[in-house]
């Protein structure tokens, strides 16, 4: 593994451009959970505001991501408490601040150990941010308020609670995100080693590897034609 990481890291004009777009998405994505909650016809946008705070996970390091995740909790709060979808209290918007991002700092911790990027541990963990809110009084929790269908979200949640809910969609969130990641490794070699706290450090595609080779070997100097 020693041999197959290259410790060639981003300098601080690129983390800080990574930070600052993740930074801006997570505003994006907490004004269309917002929405969701008051569009009856755009509750689907809802189902879009948890992949940037796995993306920060992801890609971040620990206090970038945690950063992240307050901003999107921020974000929410002043958007959902002017439309009376949350009060607009100063517990609200610690609930909703701290929630987050505790959550995308022990996500990222997990995410650098041995355990890597699991959408399963990611999942159970927002079972945690869900509880945490609960006292906001969202009616169906925090993912699963802008799922459609009220007769069936009162049926599910009674049945297996809405905490459940909320784990199968950041399940699914957390899956697609881990898919689209084994693709593009395939096709141009990993992103992301787990373990390795560099968020620049990358793998070196079997491809380049055997053209540097190539290379090499048409550089040695070789003996004139006879």
Known sequence: MS???RQ???SGSENRSLWWGLAIAQIVCAFLLALGFTSANGAWLGWLSLPTLLLAVKFLRPLQAMSCGAVWGASFFVFASGHGVVPATPAALALLVG???VYTLLGSCLTRSRAGFSPLLLAAAWIGVEYCIAPLG???GLLSGTL???GFLQVAGGILGYGFIAFVIAYANGLILWLLAEVCSSSFGPLFVPGVSDPGA???PKGIAYQSRRTSLAARPRAPPL
Do not use: T, W
């Open 202 to 204: 990358y793998v070196i």
């Open 99 to 101: 929630a987050p991002a």
């Open 138 to 140: 969202l009616r169906f």
């Open 148 to 150: 459609p269908g009220e």
């Open 3 to 5: 041999q197959a990481v």
């Open 8 to 10: 060639a890291g981003v």
